[in-house]
């Protein structure tokens, strides 16, 4: 057999495994379809679930409202670059960001319809463990408003509570955030048709498993941010689409990953279904028959007691009480 035949037939026998696929992570490349054998550095509330879904948070511990998942291995996101300088002899050496981009299926299940706390975030930083960064309305990301720029954090977040402190638009959108919870450039979570250019909404905590592609042009130092339903193909135009640098963004070595933040009372399942990365090139495509299922979650209707006037357990109460609070923020 020729060495690419059984490079092949490994292969082969590697996306056969369990309905996972685990590519080689060296070369800057990976793809998860649920993660069961995935080695992914996990803290907080983070947890594989036993049929491969990541959950980023699980309301049922309620002391903690935090989870990270991170890629274990940290990949290089800058290439050095040596340009010659024509006027002069002397060569100037630089880093230059590399293009990169990453694709993930997500789902937010709040236990009741239409409440729902904080959001989920894709990250890129440059340490795995981000376990001191607060939780709540800081997503698990930093521990002020506006961090500073040695934290050197990209976020794509999804944003499911609108907080004035942090601009935020609504309480469903989709940001981009360098090194601060305020959005560099934000939308309502929605998708651009490319039958007809409509735009069509869409509600994160939906319980909808949805898709999202995070893609960066290190020529045209360009972001794009694009979400659809996991039965759209990925949407021609982006929903968001931000020229920035990431050269001063990101150090060489940087870890990609999730973090989720959830409150206490009304609790909210992020979780991440699938999950593919790239380096230099597209994410592998993530083949949506693999993925694990979602558990059977509700639907629930929004609770008779909110609409009761007389909430008879101080459980109640407190829900009522944060379900008011988050109804009303
Ligand atoms: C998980 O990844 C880390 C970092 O790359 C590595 O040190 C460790 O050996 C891996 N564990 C397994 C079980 O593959
Ligand atoms: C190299 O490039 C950096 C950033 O563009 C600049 O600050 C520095 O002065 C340059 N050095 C030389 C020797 O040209
Ligand atoms: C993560 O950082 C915290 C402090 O910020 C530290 O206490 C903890 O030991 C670190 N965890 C790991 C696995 O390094
Ligand atoms: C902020 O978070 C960083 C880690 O992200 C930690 O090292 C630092 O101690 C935290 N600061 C405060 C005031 O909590
Ligand atoms: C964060 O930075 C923005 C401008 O970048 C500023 O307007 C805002 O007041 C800052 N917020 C805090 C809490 O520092
Ligand atoms: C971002 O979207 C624009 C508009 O569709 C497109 O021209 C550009 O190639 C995209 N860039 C990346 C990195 O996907």
């Known amino acids: 057999m020729h060495s690419r035949s059984v490079l092949a037939l490994g292969l082969l026998l590697l996306l056969s495994l369990d309905g996972e696929v685990a590519l080689a992570a060296e070369d800057g490349q990976f793809a998860y379809q649920g993660f069961v054998t995935a080695n992914l550095t996990l803290d907080g509330l983070a947890t594989v679930m036993p049929n491969g879904l990541l959950l980023l948070t699980d309301p049922v511990t309620e002391y903690k409202t ?51 706390s904080y959001g989920l975030a894709f990250v890129v930083a440059p340490t795995s463990n981000l376990s001191a960064a607060n939780g709540g309305r800081y997503l698990g990301l930093l521990n002020a408003t506006n961090g500073t720029a040695s934290d050197r954090i990209l976020a794509v977040e999804l944003d499911t509570i609108m907080d004035a402190a942090f601009r935020d638009i609504n309480s469903n959108h989709v940001g981009i955030n360098v090194n601060s919870l305020i959005s560099r450039q934000a939308k309502p979570a929605g998708y651009y048709s490319d039958e007809n ?19 960066y042009n290190a020529q045209a130092r360009r972001l794009n941010v694009t979400l659809a ?41 992020h979780y991440v279904l699938g999950w593919s990365f790239s380096l230099d090139g597209p994410a592998p495509p993530l083949d949506f028959s693999k993925l694990p299922s979602l558990p059977r979650l509700g639907p629930k209707p929004r609770p008779k007691i909110l609409d009761a006037v007389l909430p008879l357990v101080t459980t109640s109460l407190v829900i009522v009480v944060l379900a008011a609070v988050f109804f009303f923020l």
């Open 229 to 269: 339903p996991i039965q759209v193909r990925k949407p021609r135009n982006p929903l968001l689409s931000e020229v920035i640098d990431l050269s001063a963004v990101t150090t060489d070595k940087m870890y990609v990953g999730f973090s989720a933040s959830a409150g206490l009372s009304i609790g909210t399942h």
């Open 66 to 116: 935090t989870g990270h998942a991170f890629h274990p291995a940290p990949l290089r996101f800058l290439k050095s670059s040596t340009t010659s300088s024509t006027t002069t002899t002397t060569t100037n050496s630089t880093a230059m960001a590399r293009s990169f981009s990453a694709t993930f299926v997500f789902a937010i299940s709040s236990r009741y319809d239409g409440l729902t």
């Open 197 to 215: 250019g409509v735009f069509q909404d869409l509600r994160l905590n939906s319980r909808q498993p949805m898709q999202v592609w995070v893609d």
